[in-house]
């Protein structure tokens, strides 16, 4: 049984498609871990804070512990969306249940994670994509933007490029292949308008779904998936390389997408390559730790 009268941290991933919270004990021993939805905290606020106190919830639950222990729970977080200024600032006014709070960009807590506090390069493929380095203290990101205006060779891209592909073909401008064949019959349609008015309204998250269907048929050397997944390795290839830029540092690939990836990179980036010494979660700790050094 977790004794709830010692300290217990919550370290706290949010992306895309899901959110993560791993319960931590004094001595920094994951005891509980909890996953709810998406938690983009630039598209949708509400939702993003209505996750966190899902995953809470559920860690909780995984450590058999009460959810009258949530006032005592010290909680930081790292959210897509908050490299955003305004967004940051509603996330740290948020009126919270928890003993204390913070919350800062996923790229923060990630490269915390990967690199244990120490310098380092990080490249995150999942919903979004986004690649950053910190060094001395100082966190510079490259890339993301957004799905509206970047995130190239992300989950979301990899799935409205699929759909886009696929309406070329239905429209005679390129020859139709197993891509759009399976795009149509995973979508249940059967024409352009049909996939126009299942997707029009659709989220990253929900584009992201199909990401998977590419990179299988790329895999089965599908001649329009393997174009695809190429643009995007090389475009993830130029933005590590501009990370990595006149530095030294090690870069860590994060997220379910980035491992994907790497045989398509250059050799020179693929030596540069290390693995993640933990995930973001343990690197939120590191966040609690630098912006409420007190509670440690």
Not at 147 to 167: E, H, N, P, V, Y
């Amino acid at each position: 049984m977790v004794n709830s009268s010692k300290p217990l941290y919550i370290g706290i991933d949010g992306g895309g498609t899901k959110c993560s919270a791993k319960l931590f004990n004094a001595k920094k021993e994951v005891i509980g871990h909890g996953i709810s939805g998406p938690a983009n905290a630039a598209r949708d606020l509400a939702q993003t804070l209505d996750s966190i106190l899902k995953s809470v919830h559920l860690a909780l639950i995984d450590a058999q512990l009460s959810i009258k222990t949530i006032p005592k729970l010290k909680v930081a977080a790292g959210l897509a969306g908050a490299t955003i200024p305004s967004v940051k600032a509603q996330l740290l006014a948020w009126q919270h249940p928890f003993e204390c709070f913070t919350a800062d960009s996923d790229l923060i807590t990630s490269s915390y994670g990967a690199h244990e506090g120490r310098d380092g390069a990080l490249l995150i493929v999942g919903t979004g994509s986004s690649a950053a380095r910190f060094e001395s203290g100082v966190l510079t990101q490259f890339g993301g933007h957004g799905f509206t205006f970047g995130d190239k060779g992300s989950g979301a891209w990899l799935g409205r490029s699929a759909i886009a592909s696929t309406l070329e073909a239905l429209d005679g401008v390129t020859a139709i292949s197993a891509l759009h064949d399976r795009i149509l019959t995973r979508l249940s349609v059967s024409s352009s308008a049909g996939l126009v008015q299942k997707m029009i309204l659709a989220t990253p998250t929900q584009f992201a779904t199909l990401a998977p269907d590419v990179v299988s048929l790329a895999k089965q050397e599908d001649i329009n998936a393997m174009t695809l997944v190429a643009e995007a390795a090389a475009y993830l290839d130029k933005l590590c390389m501009r990370t990595l830029q006149n530095t030294e540092l090690s870069l860590v690939l994060m997220g379910g997408l980035a491992p994907i990836y790497k045989p398509w990179f250059s050799p020179i980036l693929r030596a540069r390559i290390v693995e993640a010494k933990s995930g973001p979660e343990r690197g939120a700790l590191h966040l609690l730790h630098s912006h409420l050094p007190l509670i440690f």
